[in-house]
């Protein structure tokens, strides 16, 4: 906190997603440079290791998905934002069980985390498996991103609407310098037209704009034209149009305030789905209408699967795979919460779990 202090003192004032990005990454106090903030004893927890069944039905969906594409010799899983790992050694165990699958894969994982890549190096055993800094090192395909939790930790702009007039929303210190606030600044032009060209000025007066997953969602289009293949996606989101003031911070399970312990707690916010849908289709792809977590993982048949696998389990691991399954489905839990995004190439028919 107090070194996030020094550096506001310099600087003045950080528009918001740098403040996010200062605080998420910064080399020496970044929170994501420091801890592996995964699990009961971390801060929050993920699907992928809430159940190993999540992993298994996003590579059964992969396999199905390389199927459709007429079983290319050579396809690329790309994972973006692997955390601990979890979800690409679920990935890499389902896979093991589809030689024909098995000898065409590749994974690449972006990792911006200098520390959970170290985390990742020695959880993943597999020489199938290489990290990549940027995406357009992808120079082959068909490639199939994989994201889980990755748009809805990237850093966001907020601005703020009054009358015709817009101001971004910039971290400052308090007059005494002890606190952390924020402090509206006139909006440069550019930054209007942006949020004016992504369709985002009609609704509510604090403007979300995701403008790192933006630059993200252009490139990964790109890519998915050139090479074929999709976008596969799992945040937490809305998706009716009107903009919501979504930035949150979490610690320890609990939210705070995002200014209580910047660099110690996650900062995130939610995905404004009709916009990731539109700024897509405009970007070329054909994107499934978006559903739930709990939608998709039950088309895909995780609950047949469960029933299968809790036959030879005793009753603590029945009961326990059933706990997490609930997790993972329930509308109370992470089941509504969140959404799955599908964005391909034009014509493809693949849609396996949307419909
Ligand atoms: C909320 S965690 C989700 C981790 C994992 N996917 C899971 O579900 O458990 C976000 C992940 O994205 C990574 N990340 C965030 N911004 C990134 C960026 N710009 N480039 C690459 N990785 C990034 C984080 O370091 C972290 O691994």
């Known amino acids: 906190m107090n070194k996030i202090i020094n550096i506001l003192k310099e600087q003045k004032s950080l528009p918001l997603d740098q403040f996010i990005d200062v605080a ?17 004893e971390g801060d929050y927890i993920t699907s992928p290791l809430i159940s190993n069944l999540f992993g298994e039905m996003i590579a059964v969906w992969c396999i199905s998905f390389w199927e459709n594409l007429g079983k290319p010799d050579k396809i690329v899983i790309a994972e973006l934002g692997p955390g601990d790992s979890s979800l690409c050694n679920n ?44 995406i357009d090192e992808l120079d082959y395909g068909p490639i199939i991103f994989v994201a ?38 006139k909006a440069k032009k550019n930054l209007v037209k942006s949020i004016k060209d992504l369709n985002l000025i009609s609704h509510g007066n604090i403007i979300e704009y995701p403008k790192e997953s933006i630059k993200y969602l252009k490139k990964i ?65 054909q994107l499934e209408k978006i559903i739930t977590q709990s939608e998709f993982l039950q088309k895909l048949g995780i ?14 691991g029945k009961a326990d795979m059933f706990f997490r399954l609930k997790k993972l489905l329930d509308h109370k839990e992470m089941g509504s919460l969140f959404k799955v995004l599908f964005a391909k190439k034009k014509g493809n028919k693949f849609s396996l779990g949307f419909k």
């Open 24 to 40: 998420l990454y910064n080399k020496k106090f970044g929170y994501y440079m420091k801890k592996n903030p995964f699990g009961k």
């Open 91 to 134: 990935l890499i165990a389902t896979f093991k069980n589809f030689t024909d699958f098995y000898n065409c894969f590749e994974i690449k994982l972006l990792e911006k985390s200098t520390k959970l890549r170290k985390i990742q190096k020695g959880k993943i055993k597999s020489k199938k498996v290489k990290w990549i800094k940027n």
């Open 148 to 185: 889980n939790e990755f748009f809805d930790s990237l850093p966001i702009k907020q601005i703020y609407k009054k009358k015709k007039l817009f101001f971004e929303r910039h971290v400052t210190l308090s007059k005494n310098n002890k606190k952390i606030e924020f402090l509206n600044k």
């Open 221 to 285: 289009s790109k890519k998915i034209l050139k090479y074929d293949g999709g976008l596969l996606t799992f945040d937490y989101g809305y998706i009716d149009q009107k903009n919501r003031d979504t930035l949150q911070s979490v610690k320890k399970h609990k939210h705070l305030n995002i200014f209580s312990d910047p660099g110690n707690a996650d900062i995130t916010s939610h995905i404004n789905y009709k916009l990731f849908y539109e700024f897509l289709t405009k970007s070329n792809l």
């Open 303 to 316: 609950i047949e699967r469960a029933n299968i696998l809790s036959k030879k389990m005793s009753f603590k």
